[in-house]
């Protein structure tokens, strides 16, 4: 075979190393003709192959002959050939399906406890199945319904990021929000890149249109927008929109929500993005599905952004989240050497000064231009974006069904196998009259296959039922009709045959390999060893009680985090942002309301502040005596301790009578802490780097608050007065008294729309904010309890029906015992025994293992519960005491039966 | 009843097996088939039914010879038996006496 490395170049060599080839293709077609060919018919059809090839080959061509052999031989590869003869004796079994398929309908008619429990058991796992095959389906469809997605792209920047060192993390930190200049050099210089456009969402608006007023939340784009994306625009022309800065695009719930049944094209709105503009609506698109990673209801120009003529030229400052069409053949590998050179010419010296200012270590880039593929971005959790979720999410859900399936199937091979006793004579029977072990196993398989589909149909009606409730706890928005119906039902139906797999092997295997002399020729016990039992119960118990563990440990956490003490008080306030913009005015909306609510009893507190609980914060750093230091920053007013009742532990309030106090701080302990200050009162904080002066003077320390949420540590803090160097009041806090509260709300309402009659009156409440914080964990809490009843609810059927064959097989044994004098309490404890030992063995395996899961999953916290023995104690208890209560019913019923009922027939 | 049932292509297999006589084998059909009338079949189709056909005793088959034709490989060469025979014959005679149910002279111009 010296073809493979000889050279092409010679011409005769080329001509043998041909033939060799078609010789050694000829040979492999005969081989494989061979391989599924029955032997006795082989060398007809070989020969006859042969004889087409030959004549191909006179008359056309060596290649197409070599074509047409192949060709031919695969077209051998039939039923009508690979199958002749071999299965001529299952071919005649099929006359016996019909009486199997009698006997299977009435074995599950006759044992109506058994059938029930094993159908309910397989139905919920199948839609557990089905569920989560929809929620990964749903994972995997994201933006996947753009014509143009293979050449779409996000762009990403990574750059170095000094906080992340600081913590010892990797420092490349990934981001998909980039300078907006350059995304115009991108465009303007790199001629892969067919169309460009930002997308800033996220930000709002107030929309006003005649006498309806209300916040709205916009997203800025441009024109290329409409050719990229395939979201269809129903009115106006996806190639003429936004060609003027006031344009503006809705989505039809926009749409009907202002101007009803009119026609919205050419309709004029005032739209307040920082400053009124009127804006005429030139386009209707429709609202993208929840399976889009862009989602908007209002489109804008980005021109009308605020910053976005500062922006234009600012290569510091990251905001613009930039999307790119390459045109087609094109990826993004071609030009990325251009993109480097373009980065060095435009941002060079930027770069240089910035890894000297942040004295970032030459092995890593400051800044770095990369990709993602639009189909990519959902599941990509390096760089955050809107519902980016991790994959492994899909995982976790995948394996909580495998579990509760696995449990269900457990319960059918435990009660086949108790219940087999039944069996045993018509096994035996059968065998005796010819059956053979193959033809029992797919007697009994096909039971089991008749059963998993009875389930499929409850469980697919389980799916539907349980659909909403599951969308609201995945936070999902899945149809039912919009799934791919081909791919739904041969999944199903894969899980179902599966299933019956699964599960009928064991007691199939099992069934038919009793030995008909010993069955039939009787004498022995009604009892039935089937040891193998004994383990799958424990498997069972061990699940149930992992997840009994892991829920109990997810619920003390989340009840941990709504009773801890944060440090400062969240009831009773309202949080309604100012909706003046980021300027004086915003500060004057706080004064102007304190005013007028002076005069309402029920309102105690009004404050302001530049962010509230979860609506954002700003972080600062600077460099202390050469180290780098980071605080987070509020700009407040004097109100906002006393409302939120912090705790000063030195020095005081800010005040408004002492002028000094505008450019004064309070800090938190931590940063007392971080600063290594002794006397805090006679410090100052240089946090702007002054050149000159001593920077902010320390007037009060406050006791450390969580004002972040308790996955992370409190971190040096400070609250200001400054509002040119720390912001403006775009939050107002208003506390009210206890008591009605939404007859509170009515009041704060009247004084708000009383003052400004012209802006929406939007609030959230501090406490929900703060809660919201939690809400991804509070889901997967919810989904593991919810998991793990169903898994506890299946374990408990199956245990209750293998307790209740138990208790029939020792009926007799009941009886004498009673006839000898036990007691009803020595029986009970007899019969239960064996399960309170099956469960602590399943228990002791279950605890490290949940100990070891739920400790993972604590560490995501900084202020988290430590897993206790009561912990365990609890579920233990708990698990105990349901299987014990599940046993006891036909422990008690068996433990009652008058002994003469049952020993009289002896 | 189902012996008494041939579909049309193992009709058409059939009556080739008939008319080949001798050299009636695989590939022999299918070129007999294309040339009488035009018609293209699959080599695969036509063993396929070749062996339905035998299984229902309608052809009988033995290797021929051993030639240099086709790599030294033997054909199997199949006879129509005299059930099959009849069977054509019947189907044939059904076909016509069917045929001559059909009132013609009503669709004449």
Redesign the interface.
Known sequence: MNFESGSYNNNSKSQQTKSALDARAVRFTMRFLNWFCPPE?Y??????????F?YDLQHSGLEKAKRNLIW?ML??F?P??FM?NRFTIQLINTIMWGNYLKVATRNIARRKLYSFINAIGLSIGIAFCILIFLYIDDERSFDQFHENKDQIYRLNEASYSVWAAERGEYPMEKSAYLPLPLGTALKNEIPEIQYLTRFNSGQTAIFRYEDKVFTEHIAFVEADFFKMFSFPVLAGSAEQLFKDKYEIVLTPEIATKYFGKEDPIGKVITLDIQGEHQFTVSGVIEEPPSNSSLSFKILVPIENQFWYERNREQWGSFSYPTFIQLHANTSPDDFQAKVDTLINKKMGDRLKQWRKDGKIPDEYPVFELSYTKLTDIHLNTEVSWDKVSDPKYSWILGGIALLIILIASINYISLALTTSASRRIEVGIRKVVGAQKKQLVSQFGLESLILAFVSLFIGVGLAVLFLPPFNEFTGKGINIYSVNALQFIGSALLITVLVGIVAGSYPALFLSGFLPAAVLKGGFTSKLKAGFTKPLVVFQFFLSASMIICSVVMYRQMEFIAVKDLGFDHEQVLVIPTQAGWNEEADKVVEQFRNKASTEPSITHVAGTSSSFNQGWSRYGYKIKDENKSAYVYRVDPAYAELLNLEFVEGRNFDERIASDSTAIVVNEALVRDMGWDNPLDEYLNWREDSVGLGSKVIGVVKDYHFLSLERDIEPMFLSMDKRNTGYLTSMLVKVNPGDLSDKLDRVKKIWTGLYPDKPFDYSFMDQDVANQYQAYKRWMKITALSTGFAIFIACLGLFGLAGVNAINRTKEIGIRKVMGAELFSILFMLNRQYVWLAIIAFSLAAPISWYVMTKWLGSFKYAITISWDLFAISLLAGLSLALFTVSYHAIKAANVNPAETLKYE | MNKDYLGEFEELVLTMVGILGEEAYGIAIVNEIHERLGREVNLSAVHVTLYRLEDKGHVKSRMGGATNARGGRRKRIFTITNAGLAMLKNMKEARIDLWRMIPQLKYSV
Request: no cysteine; net charge negative.
């Open positions: 018919l060398e007809g059809i070989e020969g006859d192959l042969l004889e087409q030959d031919n077209k051998f039939r009508g050939i002749r």
